[in-house]
């Protein structure tokens, strides 16, 4: 029966809405089956799929189906919807609530009602459209937390490369960078200063001083003895954070912790590595690594253990989800 002039706009925009639903032709090392061609075949409607471009296929095949096979329309369409499910959600692209129910419009203009894609508890299992975007805009923000942590990877690895006057300027960079990307807002930008960099920065209501050593050579207990005092002269409620790029010797770090009270943590290059690149595939939050640290700090005056030591023996119970 030759289809009416209506049916023929309805297929028209049937063919653009399922689109996105399935690719044309599968690919060579895929499931054979997930593909507009796929069903055709199985159907026993291949001479209905002529290849080629992707959405003159579809309608072609959507108006031969229609046209001479009309008893098996709604079932291929069905098929259509049932692979493209996992097709989409393959992809991290669902099919929404609000997509099923347009379709199912469309549907309608050819007389026809599917009572699978009307079922209810169908319809309120699919991800809403509001609620595709939230993942959609949750997936791109953590495509620009991974390329700007390996960005900071791979600027760390070039310090090491570059004459001692580079070293420190490139290190400054990076440690803006570094509190940049997870927000901590210095309250100033971090400066070289001779041979180590300053600056400050606040977390839960914390004032942080900041001093970093860029040098290759492992600091050494004068050093956290000074900044200590720094941190000290300035007021009572005053922390630190000492990073040094070279490390530390572990008769400072021991020696420092003995008779006096905590009031500064360290980081090292390996802890930076460890909070970029992440644990398990799970990416560590540098707020919660300096919380972390704090917190072993006071429970133990130990300012020496590092990141990676502090999650495993903690089994992971202050590691950030």
Known sequence: MTLSLSETRAIQQLAEYLYSFLPGQPHPFADQRISFAGIANERGLKNFWQGGSKLPSI?????KTLEFKREVFCSVILEIVRR????????????????????NDLILRLNFKIP??????????????????????????????????????????????????????????????????FNLNPNRPFRLVGEQIDGSLELDGE??????????????LEDLLYFHGKI???????????????GFTKDALEAFAKGRPTNLITLSVQDLYFVLEGHEGSYLDLNEVIRMKVRHAAETGDIRVSVYDLIIRAGRRYAPK
Request: charged letters at 30%.
């Open 116 to 181: 699978e894609l009307w079922d209810k508890k169908f319809l309120e299992d699919l991800p809403s459209l509001n609620q595709q975007n939230v993942n959609e805009q949750e997936m791109k923000e953590k495509r620009v937390d991974q390329q700007k942590r390996k960005g900071l990877i791979e600027g760390l690895k070039q310090i090491e490369k570059l004459s001692p006057q580079e070293r420190g300027y490139a290190f400054e960079r990076f440690l803006n960078e570094l509190f940049g990307i």
């Open 59 to 63: 309608t072609n095949f959507l108006e």
């Open 232 to 246: 000290a002269g300035k007021s009572s409620w005053s922390r630190g954070i000492f990073i040094s790029y070279g």
């Open 207 to 220: 004032t942080y001083l900041i001093e970093a050593k860029w040098q290759n050579k492992l600091s050494g």
């Open 84 to 103: 493209g499910i996992k097709y989409r959600g393959n992809k991290g692209e669902p099919i929404t609530r609000q997509e099923i129910e347009e379709l």
